[in-house]
């Protein structure tokens, strides 16, 4: 099969590049969100995770059940740093 | 097979057509719904309460074949567009369209069988689209006693296609 | 100063569940504040045209974006609830604060309760070319089209027999444009026979055991190959078939939106027939924060009429736990309850019922898929 197809469309992440790190022994999902930014992108992972987790149980034989799951932090989404700052002055 | 192609076995029709006898009466509801899903607006829309009321709301539609007047009042009710009237004596189907542009009375169109086929020409001989339907037209076509039961879908356009 | 607003109840996700949700408990009084990110309430209503399935009395057989619009409007005339859209809940914090970023602005949301009822997310596919312009999912299909009018192409391939995917293809039908085929890799139609037969009438196949191994083209899509599957889903090699066409829809699967709850704490499980991780509640829809109610599709992938009942249940109990108290309470949220459990009776409701047998009891908070993160 060919394994260049997209696992992750924010970071470009292909699936070859997945195994390839997971033959290497980056075996959960947190290791694999360091090494390759994979689910670090706009859409935090909703796309990509699910994916990445089903490809390590393939690959070292373990259920969906027993991946972790890496953390979700906020902001869930984009947000612009004058909405942090607070240019509440601003407002009517 | 009825999961694998959307297009129901003649042991699914059997089921829910009337014999001969009742068929030559006048027009009477077939309703083509054979998998039992939490779905019951088709109870609520018969004035003469020839669909059984469901005791489970999953339950398939039971139809009393001797209550039917053929009115086609649930035609429009039903989200899957399963209901189709069917007059054997005046060679008549009714049926649910949901594609603009309607056809108008007296046009020659494709009449489609359950797989999408075009098997032969239909007249149409009357278009229904009050508001109470809710965008959902009732259209009643003219066709050859033999397709009566085949005819499912039309396709408005030119024939020649 | 990041303004910080207090209120009894705040409703994430303005879908039907949140949107039933706040009625209920806004109906017993308590002060509610919706969230909303789209810039109108409905979720996924406001792009069903069709007419829905499900129970007379919770409005079948209505289309869903009229249902969308009559709650609408029963909350505008409430003064109890405040909707404020284009409010997108950004994260759950330990002192119990919800941060939300509205129209701009940032805001820091303190409530008594909360209900989370963000809905789910699309699922995507692995396939070759899969990031080929042309290949959408179905979400992106129906807001292209229902709600800004635009086309996405001419030819349309439409992978997933779900419902979902039956749906849009008959909505596709409906624009105008041409369905080639509808690919479904189990060996037989996920979605209600009725929507198959409904599209299958029009002369769309559906090709029940087969996949798409790639889609082909150079700058767009200009078709795909497709394959049949064995039992066991493996591509079988030499079945490979080209269909020509100029866009690929994904409609497989959704998966629900969980991130705050998450963040919340809350014991979450992997629960496949609910569309992936959901967490842990009772029957009131309560999850393992006492501050936090779940209700919807974020609950687990159900349909519009559950989700309904859910937020009713939900926003009931939210609103008495506050201290809203009525005499009938008791014996509606039995009537709701009921109404569920008849929902999900049938065979179709066979697969929710074996996954929400996985979201109850305390062996099951144990399989808590984030408590490393504790
Ligand atoms: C094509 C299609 C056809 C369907 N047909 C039917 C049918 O015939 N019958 C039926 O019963 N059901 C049907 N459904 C299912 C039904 O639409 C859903 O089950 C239902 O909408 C779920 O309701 P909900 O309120 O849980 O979620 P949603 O409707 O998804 O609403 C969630 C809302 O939360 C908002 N939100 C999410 N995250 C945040 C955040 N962080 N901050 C603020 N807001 C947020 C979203 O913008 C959204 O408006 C269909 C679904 C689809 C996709
Ligand atoms: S055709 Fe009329 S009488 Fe017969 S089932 Fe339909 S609504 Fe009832
Ligand atoms: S309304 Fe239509 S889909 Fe629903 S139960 Fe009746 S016949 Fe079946």
């Known amino acids: ?55 390590i149980c393939k690959m070292t ?7 972790k799951m890496p953390s979700k932090r906020p902001p869930i989404s984009g947000i612009k740093m004058s909405e942090l700052v607070g240019d509440n002055q601003n407002e009517k | 097979m009825l999961k694998r192609t959307g297009i129901p076995t003649s042991d699914d029709l059997q089921s829910v057509t009337p014999d001969k006898e009742r068929l030559l009466e006048g027009p009477v509801a077939i309703i083509e719904c054979f998998n039992e899903i939490p779905c019951d607006p088709c109870f609520y829309s018969c004035p003469f309460k020839a669909i059984k009321k469901f005791d489970d709301i999953n339950d398939k539609p039971e139809l009393d074949y001797s209550k039917c007047t053929g009115c086609g009042n649930c035609i429009a009710s039903c989200p899957g567009l399963a209901i189709f009237v069917v007059d054997y004596p005046k060679n008549r189907l009714s049926l649910p369209y949901e594609f603009l542009p309607l056809p108008s009375v007296g046009d020659k169109v494709w009449g489609l069988n359950r797989a999408g086929k075009s098997i032969c020409q239909v007249e149409v001989i009357k278009v229904k689209d009050p508001d109470k339907n809710d965008k959902t037209a009732v259209i ?10 085949e005819v499912r879908h039309i396709k408005v356009g030119d024939l020649d296609e | 100063m990041i303004l910080l607003i207090n209120t009894d109840l705040l409703v994430i996700g303005g879908g039907p569940a949140g949107m039933t949700a706040a009625l209920k408990a806004a109906k017993r009084k308590a002060e509610v ?30 289309r869903g974006i009229d249902i969308a619009r009559g709650l609408t409007k029963e909350i505008q005339n409430m003064s109890e609830i405040k909707v404020l859209t284009e409010a997108t809940a950004q994260g759950y914090y330990e002192d119990k604060i919800v941060t939300v970023s509205y129209q701009n602005k940032f805001r820091k949301i303190r409530a008594k309760r909360i209900i989370i009822a963000t809905g789910a997310s699309e699922k995507m596919m692995l396939f070759e070319n899969n990031d080929l312009p042309g290949v959408y999912g179905a979400g992106a299909i129906q807001t292209l089209m229902n709600l800004y009018g635009i086309l996405p192409g001419k030819k349309v391939i439409m992978v997933g027999a779900g419902n979902i995917g039956l749906i849009v293809s ?67 090699t030499g079945t490979e078939r080209f269909i020509k066409a100029d866009t690929i829809c994904l409609a497989v699967g959704l998966r629900p939106l969980v991130s705050l709850l998450i963040q919340a704490d809350c014991a979450m499980v992997y629960v496949p027939e609910l569309g992936g991780d959901v967490p842990i509640r009772d029957e009131n829809l309560k999850t393992t924060n006492d501050q936090i109610f779940v209700a919807g599709d974020a609950a687990g992938i159900e349909e519009a009429t559950a989700a309904m009942l859910e937020g009713e249940i ?31 009776g049938g065979p179709i409701g066979r697969k929710i019922r074996r996954g929400l047998s996985k979201v109850r009891g305390d062996d099951n908070v144990k399989k808590n898929r984030y408590s490393h993160l504790r």
Not at chain 1, 61 to 67: F, G, L, P
Not at chain 3, 314 to 343: C, M, N, P, Q
Request: with cysteine; net charge neutral; glycine share 8%.
């Open chain 1, 1 to 55: 099969m060919n394994e260049d197809m997209i696992v992750c469309r924010c970071e470009d992440i292909t699936l070859k590049e997945l195994r390839d790190l997971i033959a290497e022994g980056y075996t959960t999902l947190d290791e694999i969100k360091r090494a390759l930014r994979l689910g670090m992108g706009p859409c935090q992972g909703n796309i990509c995770l699910e994916i990445a987790a089903r490809e």
């Open chain 3, 33 to 62: 504040i919706i969230v909303e990110r789209y810039h109108e309430l409905g979720g996924q209503l406001t792009k069903q045209t069709h007419r829905f399935f499900g129970s007379k009395s919770e409005q079948a057989g209505t």
């Open chain 2, 140 to 149: 009643t076509i003219r066709l050859s006693k033999k397709y009566l039961m």
């Open chain 3, 314 to 344: 939900a926003g009931l109990k939210a609103a008495s736990e506050i201290g809203y108290l009525s005499e009938d309470v008791v014996e509606e949220t039995r009537r709701l309850k009921r109404e569920l459990k008849k929902l999900r």
């Open chain 1, 61 to 67: 034989d373990k259920k969906m059940e027993d991946i």
């Open chain 3, 170 to 236: 008959y909505q596709l039908l409906q624009a105008g444009v041409e369905v080639k085929a509808v690919i479904e890799a189990d060996s037989e139609i996920g979605g209600y026979l009725v929507h198959a037969s409904k599209i299958r009438r029009t002369g769309v196949p559906i090709y029940t055991g087969h996949s798409v191994k790639s889609a082909i083209g150079e700058s767009s899509v200009k078709g795909a190959e497709i394959i049949k599957l064995d039992e066991n889903w493996q591509m079988i």
